[in-house]
Structure formats: structure tokens, C-alpha cells
């Protein structure tokens, strides 16, 4: 397969770069003047956050908010906001990479005063929105637990590893994606779907099967709620290759929530795009499957059913798919393990149910 051309990474760091440039340039000429500085954002705030139809995801609506030095109360977030400008744009010149919990410690050498990680973690996302790049676009990343296995060979670009090629068959439990893989480009490969597994053990499975060559399919562990770097790798795989994308998942509201979350984002990072792939399909496991297949189950707790009515409000299940699997949630009040297949012997789910399951899904 002829890869896409792709925008370089080399660009987008030139590009944060130059945001952080113009960031810094902004601040010392407000100063120069005697103003006292300030900054412009896209407020965060659930009010201001948006389903788009059009393109299938939510996105921030048009307001914004002001930090402003003048307000005593803005210089502590003003403060730590610039300092971390500052470390990032010395991440990228040393061409590093931290994680968000090195961020927060490393925001103690400099005195700069962080309550915890998360209002660190939250000064991360402002930058994000400020600068309109996602924070792996700026090296600082997540600690990292999904994992790929594929007949796909891809190049890295990350400094040292520049140029080196790898075909993603290399580890039995397949390779995790970290930095380096999420950078890296796209050479060659069979694959003809995407595959998304919520659960290690079903991976695993799906591993020993062989369901790489059985389906032509990149295989990925989203290890729960997929990482950023995970969803953002799957969106470059139906993007660039053209990849159909198919996730599956546990049988209860919260497999609904991983599955969507991939399809559609999430609130958290409604400031960014190419997290999303609005055309990947939820395959299962449906709550019409623990029916169907008479699966081991347990009854939904009052949590359970109170995120299934959180999810029957969202504007994202309005399709007749997850309404119908809600209805049946709702109906049966019970819910199940991917592993439940297991009752059938260890390839009912590879030999029966998931071709079954990709013939069925093409008529949604």
C-alpha cells in the first residue's frame, strides 16, 4: 500500500514553535508598553462545549476568557502558564520528551507552585488551547499502557531513531504505543481493517488467533479508554490508509462510553481535532449479545444504570444502533465481559462471532 503524504512532524514542532514565539513576543511587548500582560483563550467551561454535527464531535462554542495580571487572582495560572511555555519550548530545542507527572515535578525546581498534578495537568490544556496544538505536538505526553500488533511496517522520526524501519509483528504481545510510534510514519502494509480491543486478556486472544492475517487487520489494545496518543493513532489509520475501524468492548454502559470516545472524542478534549474517527463503527459486545449468545452476566448496579441514562441524554447515541442497545440494557438490566464468550471454548468469539459480527455490521 502507497502511503499518504503526511504532514512532517518536524512541522508541527516548527509550528509550536512559532506559536510559543508569537506567545512570548505578545507578553513582552504588552509589558514594554506598561500594560500589564494578559491572555485570550477558548473557555474550557461544560456551558461553552458543543456537539458539532457536521463533523461528529464536540467541539468549544465561541467564548473566551482573559487572564489578566492585573487581577491578583490570574497571576498564579498567568505565572504557571508561561513557565511552562517556557519548558516546552525547551523540550522540543533538546528534542525531549516529558510525561504530565514529570511536568509536575519538574515545576518544583523552578518554584513554581502546583497544589497537584491535576491543576498542572490542567495549565497543560490551557497551552493546548491557546496555542491549538495537543500537548504531544509539544513532546509532553501521558504515561502510555495500549499496545499494536500488525503486518505494518513504519518509519520513526523521532531524533536517533530518524529513518529506522519496524514492522509491528516484532513482539509477540505486540508493541506499545509510545511517543515514538505515535510520531512515526506509515510504509507499508496489508491491513485492510482496524481492529480496537478494550481488553488485555481479549488482545491476548485475538494475538494467539492469529486474527492479523485471519482478517487483514491492525490489532490495537486500547488498554480501557484509549490514550490520546491510541486514539489519535487509530484516526491516522482510517485517515491515511483508509482503514475501516471497528471497536469492541465489554457489554455494559462504560464499554458504550470507551467505544464512543474513540468515535466521537471526548469533553475534556473538545479544544482538538485528529483525536476522532467519526466513521469507526461500535461492533460489540451489544447488549443484545448476552441474549443472543446466552452469556454469563451480572445484573447493572445503580451506577451502572446511572451512566446508561447519562448516555441515553448524550447527543452522540441519538443513532438507532445505541438506542436500541440501550433499550435492551434497560430491558434485561444485565451486562457482560468480553471473556464471557470463553463459555464456548476460547475461539467461539474468533471462529463464529466476529465474522458473523463484521458481515452484521455493514448494514449500519
Not at 184 to 189: C, M
Request: with cysteine; hydrophobic share 40%; glycine share 4%.
Amino acid at each position: 500500500m502507497v502511503r499518504k503524504k503526511t504532514e512532517s512532524m518536524k512541522d508541527r514542532k516548527k509550528q509550536v514553535l512559532e506559536r510559543l514565539k508569537e506567545l512570548g513576543e505578545n507578553i513582552c511587548g504588552q509589558i514594554e508598553k506598561g500594560i500589564f500582560p494578559w491572555l485570550e483563550m477558548p473557555s474550557r467551561s461544560t456551558s461553552n462545549i458543543q456537539y458539532d454535527k457536521k463533523i461528529r464531535q464536540y467541539v468549544l462554542g465561541d467564548k473566551t476568557i482573559k487572564r489578566v495580571t492585573r487581577n491578583v487572582r490570574h497571576i498564579r495560572p498567568f505565572t504557571q502558564l508561561v513557565w511552562l511555555g517556557d519548558m516546552v519550548n525547551m523540550l522540543i530545542r533538546q528534542g525531549k520528551t516529558s510525561t504530565l507527572r514529570d511536568m509536575f515535578y519538574m515545576s518544583q525546581a523552578y518554584e513554581v507552585d502546583f497544589t497537584d498534578q491535576a491543576e498542572s495537568d490542567d495549565i497543560v490544556t490551557d497551552l493546548e488551547s491557546l496555542i491549538k496544538f495537543a500537548r504531544e505536538d509539544f513532546n509532553v505526553f501521558p504515561e502510555e499502557r495500549s499496545a499494536i500488533y500488525a503486518n505494518l511496517t513504519i518509519e520513526y522520526t523521532v531524533p536517533r531513531y530518524e529513518g529506522k524501519r519496524l514492522n509491528l509483528t516484532v513482539h509477540p504481545d505486540g508493541v506499545i504505543i509510545g511517543p515514538a510510534l505515535a510520531s512515526a510514519e506509515f510504509i507499508d502494509t496489508d491491513a485492510e481493517m482496524v481492529l480496537c480491543i478494550e481488553k488485555g486478556a481479549m488482545f491476548t486472544r485475538f494475538l494467539e488467533e492469529e486474527v492479523h492475517k485471519k482478517f487483514k487487520a491492525v490489532l490495537i489494545h486500547t488498554a480501557g479508554q484509549a490514550p490520546r496518543a491510541t486514539r489519535h493513532i487509530i484516526h491516522r489509520l482510517n485517515r491515511e490508509l483508509n482503514l475501516p475501524v471497528y471497536i469492541f468492548c465489554d457489554a455494559d454502559p462504560w464499554g458504550m462510553h470507551i467505544a464512543q470516545v474513540i468515535i466521537s472524542g471526548s469533553a475534556n478534549a473538545a479544544h482538538l481535532r485528529e483525536l476522532t474517527t467519526p466513521d469507526a463503527k461500535w461492533a460489540g459486545v451489544w447488549a443484545s449479545d448476552i441474549v443472543k449468545y446466552q452469556l454469563p452476566s451480572e445484573r447493572l448496579k445503580e451506577l451502572d444504570l446511572k451512566r446508561l441514562k447519562e448516555l441515553e441524554r448524550d447527543p452522540r447515541y441519538r443513532e438507532e444502533l445505541w438506542q436500541r442497545e440501550i433499550q435492551v440494557f434497560y430491558d434485561i438490566k444485565k451486562k457482560a465481559e468480553q471473556e464471557a464468550f470463553s463459555r464456548y471454548g476460547l475461539t467461539k468469539i474468533v471462529e463464529d462471532y466476529l465474522p458473523k459480527r463484521m458481515e452484521e455490521i455493514k448494514s449500519y
